[in-house]
């Protein structure tokens, strides 16, 4: 049962806010923020299309030189443009054009304190933070920890989300969590509680109703502040909350210290009536710029890695010989060489199998733990990775030995500490040459282009789940279908799969069972965007795989041009098309039960000749490449099977 008056109230309120606040808009004049006042306290609301988005949320902060969040005047307010052309060759489009319509909002508080939110509005994304000028009398407060944010988001009562929880601080594999690797909530009511009670994590996707959809996030976040996530909703409105207190086993604190003059993350708002501008937003990326230059770019690629079939017991130097030959047979540029390889394999036996690597054409990346104080991995290399003095000490040593890339795993939550150790393992990766892998880890915000040698990270249940678990492998058409729309819309994913053997062990026939074809399997290639692919192939692929998919795999670029979102519904079915040079790949998975009947608009991509390559998945028979007619590119008919998927590869 609705309550009218409530709700005419709160019609009354907005339509205030509208008269008195300041309003930006689009370029296309589709999407519009107004910022107010309401008793006191800073407000903002979005509409698209003049349907409402977001009603109207607070806007403001506490600190520790005073409350910015209620008793605040609007006292100015200033608009402006912002354009700007970018090249990225990691993320989902190689060059980006962005415009946006901006506006500052400055407020006050009773005691004179001054802060602005900075507002960027594009066609399809909002992006906006707090500017804090110094404080005090005379401006000699040039230091701040902001306490609290109540900065939040009051979705419409229609709304539904797709939302996956903060963990508990301290608990799972050797209390490493929170590392974003939790089940998702899809298509919940509005205010459904998160399993732990420490609400969500970013990226959030909503469905506004019939009106559209709207993906929230943060970018921006280095070592000057924390990483955040939203609350459970309090009233029907998720706010802002900094990490837990346990994070860290305890060590360093939630609340971030900031310099003054000083401004937070941008969060950011991506809207659509469709899904389209949430698979396409490159809103994580357009608000950012490169925070260092490095001698050489960032080595994109395709890899072996022994660990998820295999695991632990591959890490040998005759196993990973196994590897290295395997990447060589698949044309691969690297080989990940897992945990235990300096106990395994021994830092001699690294040099001889570094030197067999590169006799083939092939990279190795070696893993380490992050830890540190902050949980209880004894996976080694440990403290390796924590000082610099020591830190610094071993990159050299990668760098002599010939390493191109490392992986650092098991880090300890969002504490503005630990975004500190990303940055400062990053920054010191780039003297010695190193790119760099997380897992175990934060959402990436903006990393790709903040960070030249950033090439991926884990932050999602990630393949090796399919080897822990066989609800996992049921669940693995289900999780497939959310990523496009969600985890991999606003960050690069390194997920570590297209598995091609039957059994999640190294014989091939213990372990848990894969669920899905091996059309599935080619298709995550392409859903799954990360510049660095480790793929969870196995020597045996080789023979038992079907030709035609080991070729696909061969072949399968992991740098992209464009994206185009196609079809689908999280949780349902998922179809996107990524663009490499002149060539399309459409790909598409269901997780639904029956054949998913498909009619595909590609006039959008622009193709030119009518003839494609299709790899699906067919119900008893082994996957083959076929050749197809594209006779009318506005309506292309394609089956997908249940836990199924198709490639089309097209120009
Ligand atoms: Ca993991």
């Known amino acids: 049962m609705k309550n009218y008056r409530n709700l005419s109230v709160m019609a009354a309120a907005m339509t205030m806010l509208a008269a008195s606040g300041q309003s930006v808009t689009s370029p296309d004049g589709r999407l519009a923020v107004t910022v107010g006042v309401a008793d006191g306290v800073p407000v903002y609301e979005v509409t698209y299309d003049g349907a409402a988005m977001l009603e109207k949320s607070p806007l403001g902060f506490v600190s520790n030189e005073g409350d910015f969040s209620r008793g605040m005047q609007l006292t100015n307010s200033k608009t402006g443009s912002v354009s700007k052309n970018y090249t990225q060759d990691k993320i989902k489009k190689s060059a980006v054009s962005y415009k946006a319509n901006t506006l500052t909002t400055t407020f006050a508080n009773a005691e004179g304190g001054k802060m602005s939110v900075e507002w960027q509005v594009a066609d399809n994304d909002i992006a906006f933070r707090y500017l ?177 079939l295999w695991q632990d017991g591959s890490i040998n130097a005759a196993d990973q010989r196994t590897f290295i030959d395997l990447a060589e047979a698949m044309g691969y540029q690297n080989v990940l060489i897992d945990n235990w390889w300096d106990n395994n394999i021994g830092r001699e036996g690294m040099k001889d199998l570094i030197g067999y690597a590169r006799s083939k054409g092939v990279n190795v990346i070696l893993w380490y733990s992050s830890s540190g104080h902050w949980n209880d991995i004894e996976q080694s290399p440990v403290n390796h990775m924590d000082r610099p003095i020591v830190r610094k000490k071993e990159m050299a040593w990668l760098r002599d030995i010939g390493v191109k890339a490392i992986k650092v795993d098991f880090f300890g939550g969002d504490k503005q500490e630990t975004m500190r150790l990303y940055e400062d393992i990053l920054s010191d990766a780039a003297d010695y040459g190193l790119d760099v892998i997380f897992h175990g880890c934060t959402l990436p915000r903006g990393w790709e282009r903040m960070y030249p040698n950033y090439v991926g990270s884990e932050a999602v249940l990630a393949s090796e789940n399919l080897v822990f678990g066989q609800e996992f492998c049921d669940m693995e058409a289900f999780h497939a279908t959310l990523h496009p729309f969600i985890r991999n819309a606003a960050a690069i994913m390194e997920y570590g799969g297209s598995v091609l053997n039957k059994h999640f062990s190294r014989n091939n026939t213990d372990g848990t069972v894969r669920r899905t074809g091996d059309g599935f399997q080619l298709a995550t290639a392409v859903l799954f965007q990360n510049p660095v692919q480790n793929f969870a192939l196995a020597p045996n692929n080789l023979t038992d795989a079907p030709a035609d998919a080991i070729a696909f795999m061969k072949e399968v670029p992991t740098t992209w041009d464009d994206v185009k979102y196609l079809d689908g519904y999280p949780g349902r079915y998922a179809v996107i098309a990524r663009r490499h040079g002149d060539t399309w790949y459409i790909a598409g998975v269901n997780a639904l039960n029956e054949p998913l009947k498909l009619t595909l608009d590609l006039s959008a991509l622009g193709l030119g000749g009518n003839t494609a390559t299709m790899w699906a998945d067919r119900k008893g028979k082994e996957l083959k490449a076929e050749q197809i007619k594209i006779k009318n590119p506005a309506a292309v008919k394609i089956v997908i099977e249940p836990a199924g998927g198709a490639v089309i590869k097209a120009e």
Request: charged share 15%; proline share 10%; hydrophobic share 30%.
């Open 132 to 308: 804090i000028p110094a404080q005090g009398k005379n401006g000699d407060t040039r230091s701040m920890i902001v306490e609290k944010e109540t900065t939040g988001f009051r979705f419409p009562e229609s709304t539904t989300v797709f939302m996956t929880p903060q963990s508990d601080p301290m608990i799972g594999w050797k209390r490493t969590k929170p590392s974003y690797e939790e089940y998702y909530i899809t298509d919940a009511p509005l205010g459904t509680p998160s399993q732990y009670g420490q609400g969500f994590t970013f990226p959030a996707l909503m469905k506004v109703g019939d009106n559209g959809w709207v993906l929230l996030t943060e970018t921006g976040v280095d070592g000057y502040y924390c990483a955040s996530h939203l609350s459970d909703a309090t009233n029907g409105v998720y706010t802002i909350a900094y990490p837990m207190a346990g994070e860290n086993n305890g060590n360093g604190t939630p609340s971030p210290g900031i310099a003054l003059p000083g401004k937070t993350p941008w969060r950011t708002v991506t809207v659509g009536k469709t899904l389209g501008p949430v698979v396409e937003t490159t809103a994580p990326w357009n608000v950012v710029e490169p925070l260092y230059t490095t001698a050489e770019p960032a080595r994109p690629g395709k890899g072996t890695w022994s660990w998820l």
